[in-house]
């Protein structure tokens, strides 16, 4: 496998398990015992799996399985995308809830409330008013007696109510500020953009995320498991006669290399040289049997192809690299849609006659 065959494989894996992480731990967030979570968990993973795989599983098969598949793969990817939402819904609870945990509220435990404060302050300032109503003839010092605890105890309650006012403005801040942190303030200043609230976006914002993760990786997952096109034929030889492969040199005129047999009953290739661009293309091309039977060629296709072609195509079929379709013949040999349907037409008449 090559580097570059290499590289989607290994995106796709680590797509996938991105994905079933998530769906493991929103599994453990939505079930409350032992049992339902790893009930939740299990289907999380058989929906990401199914979600991923399904389109490069069903591709080339008929049209209903296809239709059926496509319906499946629809389904699972709501399913999964659902879960996914449930674990960045309450991932941003959890993280708003621990940067709100920073945040210290001032305790009332010893503080009385502001009501009873006064309610306190309205009976002194009532006994004081009457002690100032009431007139003195000869000695005045019980009025002036009664009155200097009062006016302390009245400084001493204003006093109180000033602290209290303070401290429920503190408090009052502080839930604020704790409101705040509860939300992500990304979202928050992104939803005030758009005049929604924090958690519209929150939710949008989730399930972009999720569409996002499952197109990737079932995309992926496509690339890194669709069929080779140039597979490696392995012709068919008695025991006598070695197996030798013939050197292939890549060029940007030359036709698709091939893996070629050479036994008693084979003979060489032919080796083609382009001299006016000074590009070189070596090209290996099996010769038919002396006994196999010769087919015409098609309009245009150059004199001499269609055996090796066909010979070619005939061990792959055998060998069951390519199956005996116009698409799968164009993908192995690299040639046109008139050309892959003339060299079906002769393997059919090729496997009739044997």
Not at 198 to 217: I, P, Y
């Amino acid at each position: 496998m090559r580097a570059t065959s290499r590289l989607p494989l290994a995106l796709a894996i680590g797509a996938t398990g991105t994905s079933l992480c998530l769906a493991v731990l929103a599994g453990l967030q939505r079930g409350a015992t032992l049992s339902e979570r790893v009930a939740w968990v299990a289907i999380g993973v058989v929906l990401v799996v199914s979600a991923h795989l399904l389109p490069a599983l069903v591709r080339g098969e008929p049209p209903v399985v296809r239709a059926t598949g496509t319906l499946l793969w629809f389904a699972c990817m709501t399913t999964a995308g659902y879960g996914h939402v449930t674990f960045f819904v309450l991932a941003q609870q959890h993280a708003g809830e621990r940067r709100a945990a920073a945040v210290v509220v001032p305790s009332s435990a010893r503080v009385r409330s502001l009501t009873v404060v006064m309610a306190e302050r309205t009976t002194l300032t009532r006994q004081l008013a009457w002690i100032d109503l009431a007139h003195c003839s000869r000695d005045c010092t019980k009025l002036d007696a009664r009155r200097r605890p009062l006016a302390a105890r009245l400084d001493a309650l204003n006093a109180e109510a000033d602290d209290v006012g303070r401290i429920e403005g503190e408090r009052d801040r502080a839930r604020a500020q704790r409101d705040a942190l509860l939300g992500d303030p990304v979202t928050a200043r992104l939803a005030a953009l758009l005049g929604v609230t924090a958690a519209r976006v929150d939710l949008q914002s989730g399930l972009a995320f999720a569409a996002v993760l499952e197109g990737v990786a079932c995309l992926l997952w496509v690339v890194a498991l669709r069929p080779s096109r140039l597979p490696v034929v392995v012709p068919a030889v008695t025991d006598a006669a070695p197996v030798t492969t013939a050197p292939v040199v890549d060029a940007p005129d030359a036709t698709p290399p091939v893996a070629t047999g050479v036994t008693a009953s084979h003979v060489g290739a032919a080796v083609s040289h382009d001299a006016a661009t000074g590009r070189r293309a070596i090209v290996a091309r099996d010769r038919p049997h002396r006994d196999d039977p010769v087919t015409p060629l098609p309009d245009g296709a150059p004199p001499g192809a269609a055996g090796g072609e066909l010979v070619q195509l005939a061990r792959a079929v055998a060998a069951g690299h390519v199956r005996p379709t116009v698409a799968d013949i164009r993908r192995h040999l690299g040639c046109s849609q008139a050309r892959a349907s003339a060299l079906r037409r002769q393997l059919a008449g090729r496997n009739a006659t044997a």
